[in-house]
């Protein structure tokens, strides 16, 4: 696993902005491997691959908090560079990426810059042919971490329908993606679509952002089949068999690694009565519910920064603390139905609902997992399920590729 100090020197080795592995521009196709430096440099880094394209235009960029290069935000990166940046639209969590998952993020004006900041998590989703009608291009650089419910995806889509209806250019700056290692888990239903799943992929989809965005367009799964115009600025020094590690926290819940693995597995339990952690020290690495078997790992969830109405509240729970699991075994493990049959076989039956029928079958794509894990199905038996359509998936990712494979 990369280490986060590792990537820092690194970057900051390759003089921040213009690093020595990106000095030519790329159009979607991967950049070489700088020799210099055996850690993942994000597409931002490479700013000779987009900054023309930038001058005297009026640009719009969506991002968050993790759009830094080498620890300067991208929004002062481009300022300084003269760039007219105009506003900045901003994913769930906010630009600061502070708020609370699924909590209202109201648009302002950043006192940093000066700009405005226009929220994509709410009523508007979609920026506006309002919003876009003085901007030239816009620009995605977001940190997602390659699991279907996490929205950041779901942003990138309506920015993407609304640059096509409008005719805006859209440039993707790509990230690594910390679960980009493998695919697994159930594909989405189209009945299911939702914030948490627009698309017709498993929880764990093997691709960066950047590729992503690359799928949505090819496959035409915008509104009406429409395209946008599309570039994406690749990652250098990366492959889907790279252990990336998340120099930034993505958001206030995933505050380490282990976090990002086992989210994929994890939140699940928020489509239950059972707790994933929220309101504790160890979000996404923790759960259980007070009417666990006593005796066990115990905690206390408690409003705090980033979860200020936790499940359980106040109430002491029991369950499996998975903090002190290596980094190692949980990216080797993947995504895993494991923890959440266990808690059902021990709730199930005590519990007057232990489901949230219809948050927990969004998170699952369909209501095919909720009435398996009902009917006693065995995880092996559960994975047989889906695995025609995890290899129909496969061969619609594999058109996008911009990195060697797994």
């Not at 952002?209 to 250098?236: F, H, Q, S």
């Not at 707790?275 to 705090?304: C, I």
Request: charged share 20%.
């Amino acid at each position: 696993m990369q280490t986060v100090v590792g990537i820092f020197l690194c970057l900051l080795l390759l003089n921040c902005e213009e690093p020595a592995a990106a000095t030519q521009s790329t159009r979607g196709t991967p950049q070489q491997p700088d020799t210099a430096c055996p850690y993942p440099i994000p597409g931002s880094y490479n700013t000779p691959a987009y900054i023309n394209d930038l001058l005297g235009k009026n640009v719009a960029v969506t991002a968050n908090h993790t759009a830094k290069i080498a620890g300067i935000h991208l929004v002062d990166t481009l300022l300084r560079r003269g760039i007219a940046v105009k506003k900045v639209f901003a994913p769930e969590h906010g630009f600061r990426g502070m708020a609370d998952a699924g909590d209202k993020v109201n648009t302002y004006t950043d006192a940093r810059t000066g700009l405005p900041i226009v929220s994509l998590y709410g009523k508007n989703k979609k920026p506006s042919a309002e919003q876009l009608s003085n901007i030239d291009v816009v620009i995605v650089d977001i940190q997602d971490v390659g699991v279907r419910f996490y929205t950041y995806i779901s942003t990138l889509t309506y920015v993407m329908e609304a640059c096509a209806e409008n005719g805006k250019p859209l440039i993707v700056l790509d990230r690594p993606n910390p679960n980009g290692h493998y695919i697994d888990g159930p594909v989405l239903n189209a009945d299911f679509t939702s914030f948490v799943g627009m698309h017709s992929v498993p929880v764990v989809y093997g691709l960066t952002i950047g590729e992503y965005a690359k799928m949505v367009n090819g496959e035409k799964w915008l509104k009406g089949g429409a395209t946008c115009d599309l570039r994406v600025v690749p990652c250098a020094n990366y492959s889907h068999k790279t252990a990336y590690e998340l120099p930034i926290k993505p958001s206030p819940n995933l505050p380490n690694t282990r976090s990002v693995l086992l989210y994929p597995s994890l939140c699940f339990f928020e489509g239950t009565v059972v707790s994933a952690g929220r309101g504790t020290a160890h979000p996404f690495q923790l759960y259980g519910h007070p009417h666990y078997p006593s005796g066990m790992f115990s905690f206390v969830p408690e409003a705090m920064p980033g979860a200020k109405y936790p499940k359980h509240q106040g109430k002491k729970c029991y369950g499996t603390f998975l903090g002190d699991v290596s980094v190692s075994t949980l990216y080797e493990q993947g995504f895993t139905l494991s923890y959440l049959l266990a808690t059902y076989a021990v709730l199930g039956n005590n519990e007057e609902s232990f489901f949230n029928p219809d948050f927990f079958d969004k998170l699952a794509g369909s209501d095919r997992l909720r009435k398996q894990i009902i009917a006693g199905m065995s995880e092996v038996a559960i994975r047989a399920t889906w695995q025609d359509e995890l290899n129909e998936y496969k061969k619609i990712r594999n058109k996008y590729l911009l990195y060697d494979d797994f």
